[in-house]
C-alpha cells in the first residue's frame, strides 16, 4: 500500500474515520477511532491521559457452498504522555499488511483441514 504523505494518517478517510483500500485484490475497509466512551476528544477525567487510536482492517471473499474466508487486522497508535495521540501514517499501512497476512493464515488453514478431514457417515446428511 503506498502512503499519501499529504494525510495525516496516510490514506484520506472521511469524518467517520473510514476508507477502502484495494490492495493484492482485495476490497480493504479501514477504521480509525478512538476508544474513549466520549464523543469530546480530551483526557480522560480519571487518569489524564487521551485514548489511545485503533485502526482496524478488515475484508471478506465468498466461495463456494456459502463459504467464506477473511482477514483482520489491528494497530493501537498510543498517546504520549498526558498529550493527544499524533497521527502515525504507518499505522493504516501495517493494519492492512496484517489483514492480508491474516487472510493468508485462514486460507492455508483451512486449506490443511480440508486435505485432512476424513468425512464420517454423519457428515454427509
Known amino acids: 500500500m503506498d502512503i499519501d504523505t499529504t494525510q495525516p494518517w496516510g490514506l484520506a478517510i472521511d469524518f467517520a474515520g ?3 483500500v484495494d ?10 477511532s478512538d476508544s474513549s466512551l466520549s464523543d469530546i476528544i480530551g ?3 480519571i487518569t489524564g491521559t487521551y485514548s489511545p487510536v485503533n485502526i482496524t482492517a478488515q ?3 465468498a466461495g463456494t457452498n456459502n463459504s467464506v474466508l ?8 498510543l498517546p504520549l504522555g498526558t498529550d493527544p495521540v499524533v497521527p502515525d501514517q504507518t499505522a493504516i499501512q501495517r493494519a ?10 485462514n486460507r492455508a488453514a483451512y486449506s490443511t483441514l480440508c486435505t485432512t478431514w476424513t468425512p464420517t457417515d454423519t457428515d454427509a446428511s
Do not use: K, M, S
Open 59 to 61: 475484508f471478506a471473499e
Open 96 to 105: 492492512v499488511a496484517a489483514a492480508l497476512t491474516n487472510f493468508d493464515q
Open 70 to 77: 477473511r482477514g483482520i487486522g489491528r494497530v493501537t497508535v
Open 23 to 32: 490492495e493484492a485484490g482485495h476490497t480493504i475497509h479501514v477504521n480509525v
Open 43 to 45: 483526557p480522560d477525567p
Open 18 to 20: 473510514r476508507a477502502t
